[in-house]
């Protein structure tokens, strides 16, 4: 990979016998014309000053990077792709107007899809990117994360959750910044129990996503004396979910947990048929499902046909988050979601303080550099204050848009803010509680 590091540009009046004796790198050491004025001026100060003849004008440090997304164009999670990118755009945006780091974003397609996604990360690695962004789904995650990290590139995914990744070999490659399912499992366990519920269901789809939220929320139940009489797990694939509808229907539970995508529309209406809908027994989901799943999609002619249901998801706008950011991701990209809008910016962000404080795009010292620019040091929320910090040789610790990020050795949040919410007869999700759970 190209190594570009800081270049402060200077206006350089030397003659051609000097140039040679001042410059100790090769780089500078090939500067013949007499009368030339370059940007490629000594890789070092030392260089710069070796000789009197060599004159120079500062001017602010440039850095260039090329950063990557992988992200779901198309498929399952396609409703949230505006929420993941625009905030990559508006954060572009910023960086630009500051104007010392130069950031060109490379667009790809994850597809929702390991196939589609592996094609795009391919390509990305082929065209040399200093980084990437994404994948959004756990799953997907595993099916590149080793192409990715093994060729040391870091990857910071905005929304995996899975509890996988806490412990995975990734080398020091793998970062995010949605907090693992693990809190999550404790934070919609707490919602169960605190309905009342005594027999619960769950139902999840299998693969790494729904698996481990829904081991983590059984666990969770039962170290609250609940009892978990049902734990399915179904084909993600499925079109028809009425095998697994009669079978909780059956089990005469009195709450149900379903750990789905969008295929959660068909699950919930083959719970309606079986008559343990949100109308007969308390119904719970999780961000998977509202991250892709309208009332409409229940019912087109009821909007109220998720009224009641209740769940969990990481804070949308977290108290502790940096408090502009919904004011000016809304002014940047009116009427989009916020589903780990917050998230995705501050992985974008990270990425770049990152290789700032290392000082150049390698994208080795990138990841060196990670996890250091969102804890122990000068605090900041902003790029622009963050960048100054780091012009001034101030060790940094980025709090984001997404909250105290903190992270843990792991390359993830320590500690998660979640909301709790209830779909109104509108089949609009209202939060009713937010809580941090370390």
């Known amino acids: 990979m190209t190594i570009k590091r800081w270049v402060r540009p200077a206006a350089v009046?030397?003659?051609?016998?000097?140039?040679?004796?001042?410059?100790?790198?090769?780089?500078?050491a090939t500067t013949t014309a007499p009368e030339a004025t370059t940007t490629e001026a000594p890789t070092?100060?030392?260089?710069?000053?070796?000789?009197?003849?060599?004159?120079?004008t500062e001017a602010p440090m440039?850095?260039?990077?090329?950063?990557?997304?992988?992200?779901?164009?198309?498929?399952?999670?396609?409703?949230?792709?505006?929420a993941l990118t625009k905030p990559l755009e508006m954060a572009v945006a910023e960086i630009d107007a500051v104007g010392d780091t130069h950031v060109t974003l490379i667009p790809g397609d994850s597809g929702t899809d390991p196939q589609v996604a592996t094609v795009t990360?391919?390509?990305?690695?082929?065209?040399?990117v200093d980084a990437i962004i994404g994948p959004a789904a756990t799953g997907v995650s595993l099916s590149v994360i080793d192409r990715i990290t093994q060729s040391e590139t870091p990857m910071c995914s905005p929304s995996n959750t899975g509890a996988i990744f806490?412990?995975?070999?990734?080398?020091?490659?793998?970062?995010?910044?949605?907090?693992?399912?693990?809190?999550?499992?404790?934070?919609?366990?707490?919602?169960?129990?605190?309905?009342?519920?005594?027999?619960?269901?769950?139902?999840?789809?299998a693969d790494e996503y729904g698996r481990g939220l829904a081991e983590a929320i059984r666990d969770a139940l039962g170290a609250s004396g609940v009892n978990v009489a049902e734990f399915i797990e179904?084909?993600?694939?499925?079109?028809?979910?009425?095998?697994?509808?009669?079978?909780?229907?059956?089990?005469?539970?009195?709450?149900?947990?379903?750990?789905?995508?969008?295929?959660?529309?068909?699950?919930?209406?083959?719970?309606?048929?079986?008559?343990?809908?949100?109308?007969?027994?308390?119904?719970?989901?999780?961000?998977?499902?509202?991250?892709?799943?309208?009332?409409?999609?229940?019912?087109?002619?009821?909007?109220?046909a998720l009224e009641g249901v209740k769940g969990t998801y990481p804070s949308l706008a977290p108290p502790s988050g940096e408090a502009t950011f919904p004011d000016r991701f809304e002014a940047f990209a009116p009427g989009t979601p916020t589903i780990f809008s917050s998230h995705s910016y501050d992985c974008f962000m990270a990425t770049?303080?990152?290789?700032?404080?290392?000082?150049?795009?390698?994208?080795?010292?990138?990841?060196?550099?990670?996890?250091?620019?969102?804890?122990?040091?000068?605090?900041?929320?902003?790029?622009?204050?963050?960048?100054?910090?780091?012009?001034?040789?101030?060790?940094?610790?980025?709090?984001?848009?997404?909250?105290?990020?903190?992270?843990?050795?792991?390359?993830?949040?320590?500690?998660?803010?979640?909301?709790?919410?209830?779909?109104?007869?509108?089949?609009?999700?209202?939060t009713f509680e937010t809580v941090d759970i370390p």
Do not use: W
Not at 44 to 56: D, I
Not at 192 to 205: K, L, M, P, Q, S
Not at 240 to 259: H, L, R, T
Not at 403 to 422: H, I, N, S
């Open 13 to 28: 009046v030397l003659a051609v016998a000097l140039i040679a004796a001042a410059c100790g790198d090769d780089e500078a």
């Open 44 to 56: 070092t100060t030392e260089a710069a000053t070796t000789t009197e003849a060599v004159t120079t």
């Open 62 to 82: 440039t850095l260039e990077l090329t950063v990557g997304y992988v992200l779901p164009q198309t498929g399952a999670l396609a409703p949230i792709f505006d």
């Open 121 to 128: 990360v391919d390509q990305m690695l082929n065209d040399e």
């Open 166 to 205: 806490t412990t995975y070999d990734d080398g020091g490659y793998y970062f995010r910044t949605a907090p693992p399912d693990n809190l999550q499992g404790q934070v919609h366990a707490d919602l169960i129990v605190e309905n009342g519920a005594t027999n619960v269901a769950i139902a999840y789809r």
């Open 234 to 304: 179904y084909d993600k694939d499925a079109t028809s979910f009425d095998a697994e509808a009669a079978q909780i229907a059956a089990a005469g539970v009195d709450a149900i947990s379903i750990i789905t995508f969008q295929e959660g529309a068909a699950f919930v209406q083959a719970l309606i048929e079986a008559g343990a809908g949100p109308a007969d027994v308390n119904l719970y989901v999780a961000d998977g499902f509202k991250d892709t799943v309208t009332a409409v999609d229940i019912d087109p002619n009821n909007p109220a």
């Open 352 to 430: 770049v303080l990152a290789a700032e404080t290392a000082g150049t795009n390698d994208s080795v010292a990138i990841g060196a550099a990670f996890n250091d620019v969102t804890r122990g040091g000068e605090k900041c929320s902003s790029y622009a204050t963050c960048h100054a910090l780091i012009m001034a040789g101030t060790d940094i610790d980025y709090d984001g848009a997404s909250g105290p990020l903190d992270f843990v050795d792991a390359g993830e949040p320590g500690a998660g803010t979640y909301d709790k919410f209830e779909y109104d007869a509108e089949g609009t999700a209202v």
